[in-house]
């Protein structure tokens, strides 16, 4: 990883219903983990920012019409984003529309160190069931782990298990993939079995307990590198010790 880098951060919460406090919620929540972030821009067709004086007045007008707009911290050499999408119910598990809330952050020490605290802020102003923080390029590795048939390779070109496509999980509570930190709601934990004390004993020491009863858990000290034979047989154990994760535990 480089200076250069981006954090992605991704949450999966129920969908917004008007303006429920959500979407503003969040944005304070970030920016209450990173000291000095302020998210009062939004972002030009042409990609410049534009200052919003009214900010939370502006997200809460944008909220009623079902709207998590594109936010930015101004800096342009230096960008810090967020914004949620509405999901429709036939792309989602358990047939329940959805909002997932991404941001991105420059992979730095501030945004390693703060990593935790912001996807727990996220996730907590959602109310998200799951979400997880991974380095940009996370995605391409995950969508080769993606089931296209039912027998198809058991394994990805990673050696790492195979997941059934979001759409075809029975529940919103289970996971999708792993990530480097997780955050999984008090109902995902329940839902995978987790924390489990003769299990779970070496998650834990990297784990910590939400003021809402939820986890974040992190699998490697430093961001998840799949170039790095430690990282996958961390990322391969914990796969194996949840295989709820992906839909694999029904097959």
Not at 58 to 82: H, M, Q, Y
Not at 112 to 129: H, N, R, W, Y
């Amino acid at each position: 990883m480089t200076m250069q880098g981006r954090l992605l951060i991704s949450v999966y919460a129920p969908a917004m219903e008007g303006d429920d406090g959500r979407a503003l919620a969040a944005v304070h929540e970030m920016e209450g983990a990173l000291p000095g972030l302020r998210l009062e821009w939004e972002v030009s067709k042409e990609g410049r920012p534009i200052a919003l004086p009214q900010r939370d007045e502006w997200l809460a007008e944008s909220a009623k019409r079902g709207e998590f707009p594109l936010l930015c911290n101004g800096d342009e050499s230096n960008p810090v984003t967020i914004m949620g999408l509405r999901r429709p119910a036939s792309l989602i598990p358990g047939g329940q529309p959805q909002l997932q809330v991404h941001a991105k952050l420059p992979l730095d020490a501030l945004a390693i160190m703060a990593a935790p605290s912001v996807l727990e802020g996220v996730a907590k102003g959602t109310q998200a069931f799951w979400g997880h923080a991974s380095p940009k390029g996370f995605g391409s590795e995950v969508a080769q782990q993606m089931r296209s048939a039912p027998h198809g390779p058991e394994r990805s070109p990673r050696g790492l298990p195979m997941l059934t496509p979001p759409d075809e999980l029975r529940s919103p509570e289970i996971p999708h993939h792993l990530g480097w930190l997780n955050y999984w709601s008090a109902a995902t934990a329940r839902t995978l079995g987790f924390p489990d004390t003769a299990r779970d004993a070496e998650l834990m020491t990297r784990a910590r307990r939400t003021a809402t009863g939820g986890w974040v858990v992190r699998l490697t000290d430093t961001p998840l590198d799949f170039n790095n034979p430690a990282h996958l047989a961390v990322l391969l154990h914990a796969y194996e010790r949840f295989p709820e994760i992906g839909g694999r535990s029904v097959r």
